[in-house]
């Protein structure tokens, strides 16, 4: 069985980073589409950035120019680079993987394999 699990949360003044990562295990997933997504108190869950098994990258408007996504299929993970985070970054963040190409805006339900998150505040 596939876990997700994510680490690298915590809480940062604004204008701070951190680098989330998720580790996979139980199974290979580097053909599949990976990706993260968060959801903040009272909203619904929103993608923030996807990467494909060829490494391209599709990236919600808001963290353009702040956020990178990358993967490292020899290490069966993913991380998030987040720099100038913003209060507005608050939320809980989720990794999450599908079999195939990533897709322009992959919501989370189309997700096969999703991670219990890791919360970020940026205050």
């Known amino acids: 069985q596939v876990q997700l699990v994510e680490s690298g949360g915590g809480s940062v003044e604004a204008g701070g980073s951190l680098r989330l990562s998720c580790v996979a295990s139980g199974y290979t997933l580097h053909r599949y589409c990976m990706g993260w997504f968060r959801q903040a108190p009272g909203k619904e869950r929103e993608g923030v950035a996807t990467?494909?098994?060829?490494?391209?990258?599709v990236y919600t408007e808001s963290v353009k120019g702040r956020f990178t996504i990358s993967r490292d299929d020899a290490k069966h993970a993913i991380y998030l680079q987040m720099n100038t985070l913003k209060p507005e970054d608050t939320a809980m963040y989720y990794c999450?993987?599908?079999?195939?190409?990533?897709?322009?805006?992959?919501?989370?339900?189309?997700?096969?394999?999703r991670g219990q998150g890791t919360q970020v505040t940026v205050s």
């Open positions: 999450a993987a599908r079999a195939g190409i990533c897709g322009r805006n992959d919501n989370w339900s189309q997700m096969k394999f």
């Open positions: 990467i494909d098994a060829d490494g391209k990258t």
